[in-house]
C-alpha cells in the first residue's frame, strides 16, 4: 500500500535532549512538509521541501531542523532550543505536477510529549 | 493565501446532510478553495476542492458562490464517522504553496 509513514506514534523525551522524528512515503512525491499542531489549534508549517537536498523554512522553524537526503524521507529534529516542544507533529507529501491542483496526503502524526 | 472564517462547532443528527459554510470574502482569482478534515488523533484527511464549479465525490459535494466569496461543503448522509474538525482553506495553484490550517468546525454528529 502507497502512504506516509511516521513513527513512533509516541515519544516522550527529557528537556534539553534533542530527538528526531521519521517520516517515510513511498508514493513517490518529490514535495514533503512539517506540521505542528497544538491542542484546539491548527496546524502550523514548521519546514518543507520541494526537492532533494533541499527545503526551506516555514512560519515556525525556530528550534527545528531537517533534512531531505532522500526522494522518500524527510526526518524532522526538534532541538533543545526549541521552547515549546510537545505537540502533535504531523508529516505531509504531495506530488508536484506542474500547475494543475493538488492535494497534500499526511502522515498519522507523532506526538511528542517533552518532560 | 486569502483568509476563511468558519463556525466553530456544528452539530449534525445522524443520516442528515451536513452542511458546512466557509466565507473567503478575500480570494483571488487563481486560488483555490480545498476542504480537509481532522479526525481526533489522526492526519487531517483531503475531502475534496474547487476552483469555481461545483464539485462532487465519493466522500462530498462542494458548493462554491458565483462570486467565489463563499463555498460549503455538504455531507449528504452524515454518520458518526464523519465527527472531525473540517478545515476549508484558500491557496494559490503556483509557487511553493503551503497549507496554512486554521481552527476549522468541529462538526459533531448526533446519533
Known amino acids: 500500500d502507497g502512504g506516509i509513514t511516521q513513527s513512533p506514534k509516541y515519544l516522550f523525551r527529557k528537556e534539553g535532549q534533542n530527538v528526531t522524528l521519521s517520516c517515510e512515503q513511498n508514493?513517490?512525491?518529490?514535495?514533503m512538509y512539517w506540521y505542528r499542531q497544538d491542542p484546539g489549534q491548527g496546524l502550523r508549517l514548521i519546514y518543507y521541501?520541494?526537492?532533494?537536498?533541499?527545503?526551506q523554512k516555514g512560519d515556525i522553524a525556530e528550534g527545528y531542523s531537517v533534512s531531505r537526503e532522500k526522494k522518500e524521507s524527510f526526518p524532522l529534529t526538534v532541538t533543545s532550543a526549541q521552547k515549546n516542544p510537545t505537540a502533535f507533529y504531523l508529516c505531509?507529501?504531495?506530488?508536484?505536477?506542474?500547475?494543475?491542483?493538488?492535494?497534500?496526503?499526511f502522515g498519522p502524526g507523532t506526538r511528542l510529549t517533552v518532560t | 493565501d486569502a483568509k476563511t472564517t468558519q463556525p466553530t462547532s456544528m452539530d449534525c443528527a445522524e443520516g442528515r446532510a451536513a452542511n458546512l459554510p466557509c466565507n473567503h470574502s478575500?480570494?483571488?482569482?487563481?486560488?483555490?478553495v480545498y476542504w480537509y478534515r481532522q479526525i481526533h488523533s489522526q492526519g487531517p484527511q483531503y475531502i475534496i476542492h474547487?476552483?469555481?464549479n461545483n464539485e462532487t465525490n465519493e466522500m462530498a459535494s462542494l458548493i462554491i458562490t458565483e462570486d467565489r466569496k463563499s463555498s460549503t461543503l455538504i455531507l449528504p448522509h452524515a454518520t458518526l464517522r464523519d465527527t472531525a474538525v473540517y478545515y476549508c482553506?484558500?491557496?494559490?495553484?503556483?509557487?511553493?504553496?503551503?497549507?496554512?490550517f486554521g481552527t476549522g468546525t468541529r462538526l459533531t454528529i448526533i446519533p
Open positions: 505531509a507529501s504531495k506530488r508536484d505536477i506542474g500547475t494543475s491542483p493538488y492535494e497534500q496526503y
Open positions: 508514493l513517490n512525491h518529490d514535495a
Open positions: 521541501s520541494q526537492i532533494v537536498n533541499d527545503f
Open positions: 478575500t480570494i483571488s482569482g487563481n486560488e483555490y
Open positions: 474547487g476552483l469555481k
Open positions: 482553506i484558500v491557496i494559490s495553484n503556483f509557487g511553493n504553496e503551503k497549507l496554512t
